[in-house]
């Protein structure tokens, strides 16, 4: 069977500092990936997705950039954060279709 | 107009009650409809697919008015364990994952 995993959990990161966040999947090839955040009271917002290795799409500009260096890892990273970037971070994957599968969540808080 | 919008809530409600959400959408172009789960500070989690003639699972019973241009969720003999927020999602007819529009959530509060 499929499975995702994101880490880490939580994190609390100075204003200024870089970040990475890193989400695997496993069980699966090809996968598209997908990188979301949740603000507070807000829906879920698409950050990047990904059709494949090297393929990135960014849908908002933003402080923030992926990489998906390998089929089944994608990462999500900041040379700077800013206040702003605090929030619920969320990975997916689906099989091509509209059915997404999340990982457990990331919650940053920018300080 | 929002894309997609739920009335946040929260809908209080007592065991055993049968509730009923709805979520509109502007975009007539949109073909498929899903309702997702998320519990608090966790990942949303898909619950189930909304068809044309509507469907159901269990408890729960999706529906699709296109006419009006909104999905629903009803839950019958609520558990304190559905306990959650539902998150509607739409995306269009040539959409893939990357077009999924999500709205923010209506909460619901299962009490004794």
């Known amino acids: 069977s499929q499975t995702i995993h994101q880490w880490p959990a939580t994190l609390v990161q100075p204003v200024g500092s870089p970040l990475s966040l890193e989400c695997t999947v496993e069980?699966?090839?090809?996968?598209?990936l997908y990188w979301y955040r949740q603000a507070a009271g807000r829906g879920l917002q698409l950050l990047f997705y990904s059709i494949g290795i090297g393929q990135i799409s960014s849908e908002v500009p933003q402080n923030l950039s992926a990489s998906r260096p390998q089929d089944r890892q994608f990462i999500l990273s900041s040379k700077k954060l800013l206040l702003s970037d605090s929030g619920f971070y969320l990975c997916a994957w689906s099989q091509g279709g509209e059915k997404l599968f999340f990982g457990s969540g990331t919650q940053l808080s920018v300080l | 107009r929002k894309e997609v919008e739920q009335d946040p809530g929260p809908f209080n409600v007592p065991e055993g009650a049968t509730v009923a959400f709805n979520c509109t959408y502007s975009n007539s172009a949109s073909q498929s409809f899903f309702w997702y789960r998320q519990d608090c500070r966790k990942e949303p989690k898909l619950l189930m697919s909304v068809y044309s003639s509507g469907n159901e699972d269990g408890r729960f019973t999706a529906q699709l008015n296109r006419a009006s241009q909104y999905i629903s969720l009803l839950i019958r003999d609520s558990k304190l364990s559905d306990s959650a927020t539902y998150l509607c999602?739409?995306?269009?007819?040539?959409?893939?994952?990357?077009?999924?529009?999500f709205g923010t959530g209506t909460q619901l509060k299962v009490e004794l």
């Open positions: 069980g699966t090839s090809n996968p598209n």
């Open positions: 999602v739409v995306t269009p007819l040539t959409g893939g994952g990357n077009k999924l529009t």
